[in-house]
């Protein structure tokens, strides 16, 4: 099953998030709406493989509505602690950058949620590779309670100081609930934006 938008076809979707309970419960229940309305969309679940924080909540929404759960997890971190055994495929890699590289591979979409350094990590390269042309698959933040303002605000001070191109914020799209998140997804078109270089800073 999956969808098809133009000439992408969505079967699975990326969800990087918090590994923490330390998280707010709101969040956690947001979390496990979205993990449902995945399932029911018919979509697989990628993540990282975490059974705790807001990555535990997206699987087990995700497992409740019948769905399928892909977790890729480094060997260091894959402890009964951490790791979500009942993942319907549990991927274990040498490394983080591994980790990353399947996760890409295995998904066709990306949605983020609240975390900390590991999640904006994650975000980061994913927005990096769509800036620089090598895949075209849509990124959406679930902005939970205002979770993300501060770095809207920071990416509009960037596109300000002329360190980021204004229409390179068209990479991703931000949402505030679960149902926006997958209405995004729906209805994504992916967008036209200028290079990262000026053609002058390229010419020989």
Not at 146 to 170: H, I, P
């Amino acid at each position: 099953m999956g969808w098809s938008i133009g000439i992408l076809v969505i079967k699975s979707v990326c969800v990087f998030a918090a590994s923490s309970d330390a998280a707010k419960a709101t969040w956690g229940d947001a979390s496990t709406r979205l993990g449902q309305q995945i399932a029911e969309a018919g979509l697989e679940l990628v993540y990282g493989a975490g059974k705790v924080g807001l990555m535990g909540c997206v699987a087990e929404g995700v497992h409740a509505r019948g769905g399928t759960v892909i977790g890729v997890i480094p060997e260091r971190l894959n402890v009964p602690a951490l790791t979500y055994l009942s993942c319907d495929e549990l991927i274990v890699t040498q490394t983080m950058s591994e980790r990353k590289a399947l996760m890409t591979e295995r998904s066709q979409a990306f949605v983020i949620l609240p975390g900390g350094f590991g999640t904006l990590e994650e975000l980061f390269e994913v927005l990096v590779l769509k800036q620089l042309g090598y895949h075209d698959k849509p990124i959406v933040f679930l902005n939970l309670d205002g979770a993300f303002d501060s770095l809207m605000a920071c990416f509009a001070d960037m596109v300000d100081t002329d360190r980021v191109k204004e229409d390179q914020c068209d990479l991703f799209t931000v949402a505030t609930t679960p149902e926006a998140v997958m209405e995004a997804l729906t209805q994504y078109q992916a967008p036209i934006v200028s290079g990262k270089w000026t053609e002058a800073e390229t010419s020989p």
